[in-house]
């Protein structure tokens, strides 16, 4: 086992530098290089501190043989929600999303459907119109996409999309950390 690349990928994963995880385990910057190069061992106080930054508990580092994480989502895995009175539809295309960066899900609008309101928040979003067209309202700000067009905004503004065409409006959109 390789325990400094263990330690690169989590410190990564954690989007620490050397030195930010240095500081937090009172570690030198170089002492961090050494170790994920595997030109030096850790002793274990100093090991259990790093997976406690790291948020990994020693079991789990340690762990291979554990299955892999899913990969594959099959379509009957996938939760459906309908608001008929608002007229559209959200798949859940992963049914661990929540749990996850992202959350990929399929939209679906009725004519003159509109999904929710959502509050700003630190989320990132991308949107790719399948069918139709879709209106972003972001704050003050009011965007039209047709099909095959994609868009990519930072929610920090109130914001809700709506059904823009005449027939139904379908359109893919992830969004990280928790957004539906």
């Known amino acids: 086992?390789?325990?400094g690349k263990k330690i690169k990928q989590l410190r990564l994963k954690k989007g620490l530098t050397q030195e930010e995880l240095g500081?937090?385990?009172?570690?030198?910057k170089g002492y961090i290089s050494q170790l994920e190069r595997d030109?030096?061992?850790?002793?274990?106080?100093t090991l259990f501190s790093l997976l406690e930054v790291l948020g990994s508990s020693p079991k789990e580092f340690f762990d291979d043989g554990s299955p892999?994480?899913?990969v594959v989502f099959g379509k009957d895995e996938?939760?459906?929600n309908t608001d008929e009175d608002r007229g559209y539809s959200v798949r859940w295309l992963v049914s661990e999303s929540n749990e996850k960066e992202m959350e990929p899900v399929l939209l679906s609008l009725a004519p003159?459907?509109?999904?929710?309101e959502?509050?700003?928040s630190l989320s990132q979003t991308f949107i790719y119109v399948l069918e139709g067209r879709i209106v972003l309202q972001l704050g003050t700000e009011r965007y039209e996409a047709d099909e095959g067009d994609a868009l990519y905004y930072e929610a920090s503004h109130h914001h809700r999309l709506s059904?823009?065409?005449?027939?139904?409006?379908?359109?893919l959109l992830v969004a990280t950390e928790s957004y539906l």
């Open 1 to 3: 086992m390789q325990i």
């Open 163 to 171: 059904n823009a065409g005449p027939g139904e409006a379908r359109c």
């Open 39 to 45: 030109l030096t061992s850790p002793s274990i106080e």
């Open 68 to 70: 892999a994480a899913k």
């Open 118 to 120: 959502f509050e700003p």
């Open 23 to 28: 500081e937090r385990t009172d570690l030198s």
């Open 78 to 80: 996938h939760i459906m």
């Open 112 to 116: 003159n459907g509109e999904f929710k």
